[in-house]
Nanobody
Framework: QLQLVESGGALVQPGGSLRLSCVAS????????IGWFRQAPGKEREGVSC???????DYAASVKGRFTISRDNAKKTVYLQMNNLEPEDTAVYYC??????????????????WGKGTLVTVSS
């Protein structure tokens, strides 16, 4: 059973923080680049951040400086630390994986495995 499971979504006030987790099972996480995506009501799904198999990172301009992506291959888990959250960050957040032999490459397309999402609501 190859799958990704997200957790950590919650209701938080503006300026607050959350840490999302994405746990992989059924495959070797170290062989995969991982992306975090989000989709707000009425909007297209967008890439938020990604991490390469060699721990290079990329961030959307809207979250740069506020979000941090990291991975622990031994725990088969990828994290998204979200600080100084804004109402515009409200969305369902998904993680996704793409296998690659290129250690320095991030991907937001061609993802092979997707989680079902976790809801983040930023509101006072």
């Amino acid at each position: 059973q190859l799958q990704l499971v997200e957790s950590g979504g919650a209701l938080v006030q503006p300026g607050g923080s959350l840490r999302l987790s994405c746990v992989a099972s059924g495959f070797t996480l170290g062989n995969y680049a991982i992306g975090w995506f989000r989709q707000a009501p009425g909007k297209e799904r967008e890439g938020v951040s990604c991490i390469t198999t060699s721990d290079g990172t990329d961030y959307a301009a809207s979250v740069k400086g506020r979000f941090t992506i990291s991975r622990d291959n031994a725990k088969k888990t990828v994290y998204l630390q979200m600080n100084n959250l804004e109402p515009e960050d409200t969305a369902v957040y998904y993680c996704a994986a793409r296998q690659t032999i290129w250690p320095g490459v991030c991907y937001y397309s061609g993802m092979e495995y997707w989680g079902k999402g976790t809801l983040v609501t930023v509101s006072s």
